[in-house]
């Protein structure tokens, strides 16, 4: 509650591409920023981590400029970094009221100003307990999770167009027949088409949690398929909406 109608409880910073574009240092930051995230970080196959840990005392020392979130940054009361130790990935728990972690201002998204995002720019220093884990199998298992995540509302999109179309289909009608949309049989077949394919999403969704919650998430395979079932499923809900509109 304290957080308020528009806040949001968390945000994830994973790691990004090398350069704005292929083969090319990103626009923002100084000279050694830009060289440096030229360079993939070791542990993330070609990947970069955003924000550089190091070990501090009994602790942690996190900085990072232009750092991205998937969403919410200009919101969230807490950030999971991902970042690199000893060349494995590595996750950080940073409050978004602590010392050294600066929000930007937040992007004009058309919109999607419901999930405010922003810049954050790291100079934090975090007790050891914030580091929430170390190591390639429960890197897999978080993105696995984050994975099923976005597959999910991608189905729950899908869903919701559903919904318009199957009320367009019953009250608009073919100009100049006064058909309507369902009584026609190349609109019946193509919404026949996009049902099929969205229930088909439905039920990897389903099979991925399911997955994910009686099986080995850490594993090799699980991470795949993870990965398999996300990129089916989000480029089968932007299928539908194209087909569908």
């Known amino acids: 509650p304290r957080l308020g109608e528009r806040g949001a409880l968390s945000s994830l910073v994973l790691p990004a591409y090398g350069g704005e574009r292929a083969g090319e240092p990103p626009l923002k930051g100084s000279q050694e920023t ?11 196959h070609g990947l970069r981590a955003q924000v550089d840990a190091q070990a501090e005392g009994d602790g942690w020392r996190l900085t990072g400029q232009d750092v991205r ?4 940054g200009a919101d969230a009361a807490c950030f999971g970094v991902v970042s690199a130790v000893n060349g494995a990935p ?11 972690l600066k929000r930007g201002d937040a992007f004009l998204k058309t919109g999607l100003n419901a999930c405010r995002n922003a810049d954050l720019s790291l100079q934090v220093t975090l007790d050891a307990a914030h580091c929430v884990f170390q190591g390639e199998p429960a890197y897999r298992e978080l993105l696995g999770w984050t994975y099923l995540g976005c597959a ?3 189905s729950g999109t899908g869903l919701a167009a559903w919904a318009i179309l199957d009320d ?6 073919i100009k100049g027949k006064g058909q309507r949309f369902k009584d026609n049989p190349l609109v019946a077949s193509l919404l026949g088409d996009l049902g099929g394919q969205l229930a088909t999403s439905r039920l990897l969704v389903y ?3 399911r997955l994910l919650d009686t099986g080995d998430a850490r594993s090799e395979a699980a991470f795949a398929t993870a990965t ?3 990129r ?3 480029r089968d809900t932007m299928d539908t909406l194209d087909r569908g509109m």
Do not use: K
Request: proline share 5%.
């Open 168 to 173: 367009w289909a019953d009250s608009r009608v």
């Open 228 to 230: 398999a079932v996300t």
């Open 207 to 209: 099979s991925l949690a």
């Open 69 to 72: 979130p998937q969403i919410h």
């Open 34 to 44: 830009r060289a440096a995230r030229a360079e993939s970080t070791a542990g993330f």
């Open 90 to 100: 590595a996750l950080f728990a940073v409050p978004g009221n602590a010392d050294g």
């Open 152 to 154: 999910a509302t991608a």
């Open 232 to 234: 089916t499923v989000l």
